[in-house]
């Protein structure tokens, strides 16, 4: 507890830098008094993948959701920053490009183009792409890990030793293991000035992060990764079954809700249709 306590109070002084960072900016993107010029940060969502859901009741340890029915969007994002890409979540795996829907269980998944495409319809190339982070490990949001090689992976501690720590595990994030990579507990401010900072928000998997972009016109943005899959999710507080500890989730919901008020961030929830049909789809962005 103390050190869940600990690690809070560290995430409001980092967000709290990050809000001030925001503020000094100016909407043309010109610099106030004596502070560095404004970054032009900007904002990009890729669509990576579609997953039909054929019973929800895995999304509600409360059992309410047993028996809907329903779609959830997969995204990617990428944040240009003066001092370097970042990829946000890698999606469902490329390899299903071309093929028709793939049942798997309560989950029909499909992806129209890899990242490879999606980047080069904004004229960059995977090798363009100096880091990368996943919210989790979870297979939608690390399908396409083998087309970054060359990137630079930022991770939390907790969620490395958790992606490693069984032979099934090594061998479904084998794409990971050669990588370059920066480990991190608590927070990590990726580009040192606030602007994009990763969030420890553990429960849904023992590493689970989310993603603080404070843009100079649009303002604080909150990408939850999977801490909600759903709107009513966030409004009931809804724990999905197969999360690794309710609790600590729990924490986490509260942790997430506290920032978000104080920002008056916009909140992202990834999977979540109607959030991410309101975001320009590159090669529009936010900035
Ligand atoms: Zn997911």
Redo the contacts with the bound molecule.
Sequence with gaps: MIKRLLAFSLLMAGCSQGEQSAGMQTSSGESAGNFVAAAPLKLYTFDCGNIEVSDFDAFSSSGDYAGQVGR?T?TCYLIRHPAGDLIWDLGLPHGLVGSAPQVDGIFTVSLESSLTDLLAEIDLTVTDIDFMSV??S?F??TGQASLFPDVKWLVHQNELEHMFSTEESKAQNAAFAGLNKTTFSDNHDVFGDGSVVILEMPGHTPGHTVLQINLPESGPILLT??LY?RTESRELQRVPRFNTDESETRVSMAAFERLATELGARVII??EPTDVAALPQSPAFLQ
Excluded: P, Y
């Design positions: 959830l997969n919210s989790h979870h939608d949001h990764g999977d899959h990834q999977h």
